[in-house]
């Protein structure tokens, strides 16, 4: 993905399409903005609507961070764990049931 509107589409378009957990894997991710975090955001709003969830994988430690000082990570589904500010581990959602669709963001 090369932007904030690719992303939202290709998003939109797999929690419309599919069934069950929807796991986005942001292992590849290079770059990210508040632009970005709204797609997610976006996404899991509509994830819920239709009875699906978002799941986040392979989620680089900078944007732990971010989901940490939003406390975002209380909210969104990360599997793992997620590092707080201070170093402490905070326990993740453990392993993904069903037959998840995986969306790698690039």
Do not use: K, N
Request: proline share 5%; hydrophobic share 45%; net charge positive.
């Amino acid at each position: 993905m090369r932007s904030a509107a690719d992303a939202r589409v290709l998003l939109h378009q797999a929690v419309d399409g599919g069934q069950g957990d929807l796991v986005l894997d942001l292992g590849r991710l290079e770059s990210w903005d508040a632009t970005g975090l709204g797609v997610i955001m976006g996404t899991h709003r509509r994830a819920g609507r239709l009875g699906r969830r978002l799941v986040l994988r392979a989620v680089p430690a900078q944007l732990q961070r971010l989901l940490v000082a939003t406390r975002l990570h209380r909210i969104l589904a990360v599997e793992g764990t997620v590092s707080d500010v201070r170093g402490a581990t905070l326990p993740g959602l453990g392993p993904v049931t069903g037959q998840p669709v995986v969306a790698p963001l690039l």
